[in-house]
């Protein structure tokens, strides 16, 4: 039984070799942490041309991976992915951000700072979102992916309390 799996997964892989060698955007995915031939592939045929997205975000609600806002009577609610999206994507994005969270140091930081606020699940979401947003500034600018340490800087303002009394405001890094 696992001896037809593992040939008919050595024929998958064979066919994509041969049937994908011109596509530009699979040695380039291949880059990536947690992305091998097959998720490559699927993100590659799934994507097309990555020109018809004019920005990441549009890329990763395209993929499934961008969160849904809802409007009425003035009130604004978040909820989770969209529903409506090329499932291709967001599983493969998803499935290689598993992978990355194990094996990359700046998605492993990235999922561990989220996971203690959001959970698991939330957390590989937004990973593999993050994930998709390089993938687009990736295939757009025709780069491979480049391994980078994992900076959090937040923009929200703090007040500091000093021993003598006195406040400031700063930006918290």
């Known amino acids: 039984m696992f001896d037809e799996i593992r040939a008919h997964i050595r024929q998958t892989e064979k066919w994509i070799d041969e049937a994908l060698k011109d596509n530009p955007y699979i040695p380039i995915l291949m880059t990536f942490p947690g992305i091998g031939k097959i998720l490559a592939a699927v993100i590659a045929l799934e994507t097309n041309t990555i020109e018809r997205f004019a920005s990441p975000a549009k890329y990763c ?3 499934g991976l961008a969160c849904s806002t809802y409007s009425s009577g003035g ?7 969209i529903p409506t999206s090329n499932h291709h994507l967001s599983h493969a994005f998803i ?21 203690s606020r ?3 699940q939330d957390a590989i979401g937004a990973v593999g979102r993050k994930m998709c947003e390089i993938a687009w500034h990736c295939l757009t600018k025709n780069k491979n992916y480049e391994e980078k340490p994992y ?3 937040s ?11 006195t406040r400031s405001q700063g930006v918290k890094s």
């Open 61 to 63: 609600s395209y993929s």
């Open 75 to 81: 009130k604004t609610f978040h909820g989770g992915l």
């Open 95 to 115: 499935e290689a951000g598993w992978t990355a969270v194990r094996v990359s140091p700046y998605f492993k930081a990235f999922y561990r700072r989220l996971k």
């Open 118 to 120: 959001k959970g698991s």
């Open 151 to 153: 900076q959090f800087k």
């Open 155 to 165: 923009h929200r303002s703090i007040t500091v309390i000093a021993h003598n009394g």
